[in-house]
């Protein structure tokens, strides 16, 4: 499976999910997180993320293995997106900062 990880709380640029064949994206306030069980790996996604926040599972910066069980407990707990929004306003600012998980919203 493929994951959202930390680089994506605050910025949210949604450009992922256009391109999922499988819907496998769901929307939480401030990050996304992907399904593992609708995952089909066909990386598309991967270098849509303009934070470069997507990452094979086996691939996931070190530090930030925890964030694919908490894509997979969070998709359980959040609806489908499957239309690109605007990203959160600040995404600029936030993006590349480091360590964003304590601001991850529920
Ligand atoms: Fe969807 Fe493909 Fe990304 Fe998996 S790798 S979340 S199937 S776009
Ligand atoms: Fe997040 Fe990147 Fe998608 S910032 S919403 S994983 S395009």
């Not at 640029?13 to 939480?28: M, S």
């Not at 499957?82 to 304590?102: H, I, S």
């Amino acid at each position: 499976t493929f994951v959202v990880t930390d680089n994506c709380i605050k910025c949210k640029y949604t450009d992922c999910v256009e391109v999922c064949p499988v819907d496998a994206f769901h929307e939480g306030p401030n990050f996304l997180a992907i399904d593992p069980d609708e995952c089909i790996d066909c990386t598309l996604c991967e270098p849509e993320c303009p934070a470069n926040a997507i990452f094979p599972e086996d691939d996931v910066p070190a530090g930030q293995e925890h964030f694919t069980a908490l894509n997979k407990d969070l998709a359980k707990a959040w609806p489908v997106i499957v239309t690109r929004k605007e990203a959160l306003p600040d995404a600029k600012e936030w993006d590349g900062k480091p360590d964003k998980f304590n601001l991850l919203e529920r």
